[in-house]
């Protein structure tokens, strides 16, 4: 099984940027789907952004679509997402995940997710 480290969470005010960053190792990486999710608090976990496999497919949430930016170098054997203009909204703990099929994200691979906090 992959194991998953997130980084790159911080405070930034509205309308800066993040990078955030999910490295993986134990496994190789380029066979997985992985995913990007937040949990705000108080609130469920929900999804943010995917990328498929091998790069060429990456699906994002309505509330982050054309701000957000998922892609993944298999080189480095990570993944990044890049948030842009970011709003207080955008305030989670973001986490990676990984997995090789299936409809259910939860029974992939998860970190242990990275702190974004967005300052209004």
């Known amino acids: 099984q992959v194991q998953l480290v997130e980084s790159g969470g911080g405070l930034v005010q509205t309308g800066g940027s993040l990078r955030l960053s999910c490295a993986a190792s134990?496994?190789?990486?380029?066979?997985?789907?992985v995913g990007w999710f937040r949990q705000a608090p108080g609130k469920e976990r929900k999804f943010a952004a995917s990328?498929?496999?091998?790069?060429?497919?990456?699906y994002y949430a309505d509330s982050v679509k054309g701000r957000f930016t998922i892609s993944r170098d298999k080189a480095e054997n990570a993944v990044y997402l890049q948030m842009n203009t970011l709003k207080p909204e955008d305030t989670a703990v973001y986490y990676c995940?990984?997995?090789?099929?299936?409809?259910?994200?939860?029974?992939?691979?998860w970190g242990q997710g990275t702190q974004v906090t967005v300052s209004s």
């Open positions: 134990g496994r190789t990486f380029s066979s997985y789907e």
């Open positions: 995940v990984a997995r090789t099929g299936g409809p259910n994200w939860e029974l992939g691979s």
């Open positions: 990328i498929s496999s091998n790069g060429g497919i990456t």
